[in-house]
């Protein structure tokens, strides 16, 4: 257990619709970051929260935004779902800035869009 | 673009093998390599690598670097079924804030 913790579990949603996805961090971890994992695929970096600050974004379209807060929990919002974005979402936290430390991840929240 | 290419996609073996993952990758400004095992949902840490000769173990799996080359392999000895699982490679850049992961080796290890 990593002490992440993510929320819901499973989720599902239609075409078009919005989904607001939750991760809490590890305690004394002040970076979170957010993946999305296709079916057979390896996890794809979405984007990374520092301090409340966005640090670092992948090759993800606006409609997916984030948040993070004073106690480090962090959202994953994403508008004007698609089908395609149906996956597993990771969160993972770390301790960030310059320190080499590893990501942890939570157990997942499985987004399913009809 | 960072690019990670895990091998081989698939394997099947049986108790009491050993199994080799490898991974390749293009890292700009290489800060780590990691692999994770992933048998449901969470991605488990495994190893850190940093250091291009030094080999990393922890019980039956073992990992080590060549930053000359550009890969990483893992090793497993006398696999067991909860060996069974999806590895994960993933490196990481100097920015430091993102992981970039290969597709992954699926390990089925049978009785």
């Known amino acids: 257990e990593t002490g992440v913790t993510q929320s819901p579990t499973h989720l599902i949603k239609t075409r078009g619709q919005q989904v607001t996805l939750r991760c809490s961090s590890q305690?004394?971890?002040?970076?979170v970051s957010w993946y999305q994992q296709a079916l057979g695929q390896g996890p794809q970096f979405i984007f990374q929260?520092?301090?409340?600050?966005?640090?670092g974004r992948g090759n993800f379209p606006p409609r997916f935004s984030g948040l993070q807060f004073p106690n480090y929990s962090s959202e994953l919002n994403v508008n004007a779902l698609e089908l395609d974005d149906s996956a597993l979402y990771l969160c993972?936290?770390?301790?960030?800035?310059?320190?080499?430390?590893?990501?942890?991840f939570g157990p997942g929240t499985r987004l399913t869009v009809l | 673009e960072d690019k990670v290419v895990q091998s081989p996609l698939s394997l099947v073996v049986h108790e009491g093998d050993t199994v080799t993952l490898n991974c390749s990758y293009e890292?700009?400004?290489?800060?780590?390599l990691l692999w994770y095992k992933q048998e449901k949902k969470a991605p488990t840490f495994l190893f850190m690598l940093?250091?291009?000769?030094i080999e990393k173990k922890s019980g039956r799996l073992s990992s080590i670097l060549d930053k000359k080359e550009l890969f990483s392999i893992l090793n497993i000895t006398a696999t067991q079924t909860g060996d069974s699982a999806v590895y994960l490679c993933?490196?990481?850049?100097?920015?430091?804030?993102?992981?970039?992961f290969g597709g992954g080796t699926r390990v089925l290890v049978k009785p």
């Open positions: 993972a936290s770390s301790l960030g800035g310059t320190t080499k430390d590893t990501q942890y």
């Open positions: 305690s004394g971890h002040n970076t």
């Open positions: 929260y520092y301090r409340e600050e966005e640090n």
């Open positions: 890292v700009t400004n290489f800060r780590s």
């Open positions: 940093t250091s291009s000769g």
């Open positions: 993933a490196v990481e850049g100097a920015a430091g804030n993102k992981l970039t």
